[in-house]
């Protein structure tokens, strides 16, 4: 991508730094930029999410083994943790201290708020200079890899560095742009470089396939379509 008229970004150096609260946790786990934490006690434990976004982000833990312990919470978790935030989830306590307890969790994400509803009075606009044209080279329900949350998108052929431009008005939440390489083996997989935007109605639109180092704009931003 190129400067154009209306701006694309690049990530903030202090998205990689961001720390909410000083962690007294005993373990952390991290799936990118959103983390769970830890914290241990004679009896159980208490999990907190971290999200180190500029975008909410929804998240589900389970337990797949809870033995002798009761949780706070209904399992599994669904949780929506707001931008920059840390928040606890659930505590889980032994039903009897002097027998023997037990856990085993796992977890998952996703950036923006599960069941957001698309507000269907608003258009979008194609993301690039009105004078030109493009051919769609992937389209809603293909067979390749547009399938499952992947199934409404839209791939476009056009030249590198064509700039682009928001479809819609929104806040730049997510920027990744320093992957030269790509294609549709595993290890490419979480190897994208890519700018999400998050709408007033609480969706978000993902640019993929973008060129390095080719964004304007930082997380945070907004942009005008």
Known sequence: MAPGARRLLQIAAALLCFAPNPSQADEIDCLDDVCIEVERTESGAAFFAVNQLEAPTSLLLDFPVLENMTSSATLPVKAVVLPRARKLLVEIRANDPAESFRWRWNWSWTTGVLGARHDASVRYWIPWAPNLRFEVGHAVGGTFTHLGKWRFAFDFWMPAGTPL???????????????????????????????????ADGTIARYLHLQRGGANDEAGDRVAA
Not at 170 to 193: L, Q, Y
């Open 165 to 199: 431009r928001a479809a819609r008005d929104g806040t730049v939440v997510r920027v990744v742009e320093d992957f030269s390489r790509g294609g549709t083996e595993e290890r490419f997989k979480k190897r994208a470089n890519l700018i999400f935007i998050l709408h």
